[in-house]
């Protein structure tokens, strides 16, 4: 029998590594889907364009970044459109679950069942990206 000793010890370092691994990659996951909302939500998506206010020179003001802002262009002229003037704060996407949140930026449906009125856009973003933003956005005090 001693001729299993290497092998059960082999098993056990294999599965102790699994487990440590495991472990790791989940935090490495949390934190990179965070990294990957905050790089969505200004280098893409550009949120804060709208949904952030500016000073008097239209400077976007970071003290109050995502808390939600007037919307200061004019809609275009075109009928039935119902062209919103403020966006919302949405500094930890409050009222948002989750899933409600996913289910906005993948197919452009709110919590209501509706489609927000523009400019706000109607993403298509993969379930991935949504959930990586929710979590970003859902991380902001
Ligand atoms: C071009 C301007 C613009 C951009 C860019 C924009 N939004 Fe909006 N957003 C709005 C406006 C305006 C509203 C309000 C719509 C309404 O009143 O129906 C809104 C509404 C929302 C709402 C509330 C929706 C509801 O009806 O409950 C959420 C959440 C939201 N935006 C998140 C985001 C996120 C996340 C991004 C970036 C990924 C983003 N927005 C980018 C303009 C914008």
Redesign the pocket.
């Known amino acids: 029998m001693a001729y299993l000793r290497p092998a059960v010890l082999l098993l056990a370092i294999i599965i102790l590594s699994f487990v440590i691994l495991g472990r790791g990659s989940g935090n490495a996951a949390g934190a990179a889907s965070t990294d990957r909302g905050k790089y ?2 200004d280098g893409v ?3 804060a ?3 952030t206010p500016r000073d008097e020179e239209g400077k976007l003001l970071e003290s109050e970044y995502l808390r939600g802002a007037a ?1 200061s262009v004019d809609a275009p002229p075109y009928p039935n459109l119902h062209w ?1 003037t ?3 704060n ?1 500094a930890g ?1 409050p009222g ?1 679950a989750d899933e409600e949140g996913v289910r ?2 993948t197919k452009g449906i ?2 209501n069942g509706s489609a ?2 523009p ?3 109607q ?1 298509r973003m993969t379930r991935e990206d949504a959930r990586a ?1 929710v979590a970003y ?1 859902k991380s902001l005090e």
């Open positions: 969505i939500v998506a550009k949120c364009e709208c949904h919307i919103a403020k966006a919302p949405i996407l948002y906005l930026l709110n919590r927000p009125n400019p706000m856009p993403y933003v956005l």
